[in-house]
């Protein structure tokens, strides 16, 4: 959904054929900016074989015809003084009140994203190294993004995406950094999201970057195994040379 523009489309009723393929449509749409719904605008739209006939807007007031039978239409519901009366009530008893609806039921609904900092390209010493901070499946899709160093806010070399859609209703956006590391400076990612109380600080640990830490974890894990893998063979080493086999259970 737009950050900008929000709008709500109902089909009523969907398309209807007839035996000659001749077609027609109603369509309701509701668009709105903001969220407490003070400049909703409703559209009611009559199509048929793909041509707007003729158009109710809420902002207008009242029926504009774009074609011969659209105008006659127009100024013949424009004269009837109940039609538009449900016509103008439809602003709030069709619009607000779904759209009411969908902000309680869904739209107000957040998930919190799941946040790393990760460094992409190490410094040589001349060139810059990059860090990457990366937040993923959260709702709803605005987020925002910075970086501060040594609680500063970094105003340039930084370059983000735009937020993404996963295709399952959350999102995912990355912000990266470049820099030339300095001894004992703190960098940090600052996350903002609707699901949070407070900016959330994220701090990056130079110590031990996250491929050394894979390395780590995976040499360690081979060498429980490797051990684990001697002492049975030890085990039944002993047991075969003694005449007695143990066999596991």
Same mark, same amino acid.
């Given at each position: 959904?737009?950050?900008?523009?929000?709008?709500?489309?109902?089909?009523?009723?969907?398309?209807?054929?007839?035996?000659?393929?001749?077609?027609?449509?109603?369509?309701?749409?509701?668009?709105?900016?903001?969220?407490?719904?003070?400049?909703?605008?409703?559209?009611?739209?009559?199509?048929?074989?793909?041509?707007?006939?003729?158009?109710?807007?809420?902002?207008?007031?009242?029926?504009?015809?774009?074609?011969?039978?659209?105008?006659?239409?127009?100024?013949?519901?424009?004269?009837?003084?109940?039609?538009?009366?449900?016509?103008?009530?439809?602003?709030?008893?069709?619009?607000?009140?779904?759209?009411?609806?969908?902000?309680?039921?869904?739209?107000?609904?957040?998930?919190?994203?799941? $946040?790393?900092?990760?460094?992409?390209?190490?410094?040589?010493?001349?060139?810059?190294?990059?860090?990457?901070?990366?937040?993923?499946?959260?709702?709803?899709?605005?987020?925002?993004?910075?970086?501060?160093?040594?609680?500063?806010?970094?105003?340039?070399?930084?370059?983000?995406?735009?937020?993404?859609?996963?295709?399952?209703?959350?999102?995912? $956006?990355?912000?990266?950094?470049?820099?030339?590391?300095?001894?004992?400076?703190?960098?940090?990612?600052?996350?903002?999201?609707?699901?949070?109380?407070?900016?959330?600080?994220?701090?990056?640990?130079?110590?031990?970057?996250?491929?050394?830490?894979?390395?780590?974890?995976?040499?360690?894990?081979?060498?429980?195994?490797?051990? $684990?893998?001697?002492?049975?063979?030890?085990?039944?080493?002993?047991?075969?040379?003694?005449?007695?086999?143990?066999?596991?259970?």
């Amino acid at each position: 959904m737009s950050k900008l523009l929000k709008i709500l489309l109902i089909l009523l009723p969907a398309v209807l054929h007839t035996a000659n393929g001749h077609s027609a449509a109603l369509q309701h749409w509701c668009i709105w900016s903001k969220e407490d719904l003070s400049d909703m605008e409703y559209i009611h739209s009559r199509i048929m074989n793909k041509v707007k006939v003729l158009e109710y807007n809420s902002t207008v007031g009242k029926y504009v015809g774009y074609t011969e039978l659209g105008i006659y239409n127009a100024e013949r519901f424009n004269n009837d003084t109940a039609y538009m009366r449900e016509r103008k009530a439809a602003l709030d008893i069709f619009c607000k009140d779904n759209v009411g609806n969908c902000y309680r039921n869904i739209l107000s609904r957040t998930v919190e994203p799941q $946040v790393e900092v990760t460094l992409v390209k190490k410094s040589d010493g001349t060139h810059p190294a990059t860090l990457m901070c990366s937040a993923y499946s959260f709702y709803p899709p605005t987020i925002s993004v910075t970086w501060l160093r040594n609680r500063k806010e970094i105003k340039g070399d930084v370059t983000s995406t735009e937020e993404m859609a996963d295709g399952d209703w959350y999102y995912q $956006v990355h912000s990266h950094l470049e820099y030339m590391p300095e001894s004992g400076e703190e960098l940090s990612c600052v996350v903002q999201h609707a699901s949070f109380t407070k900016p959330m600080n994220y701090k990056w640990d130079p110590s031990m970057p996250e491929p050394d830490k894979s390395k780590i974890a995976i040499g360690a894990s081979g060498l429980v195994l490797g051990i $684990v893998l001697s002492a049975a063979g030890f085990i039944y080493y002993r047991k075969k040379s003694s005449g007695r086999i143990l066999v596991p259970i």
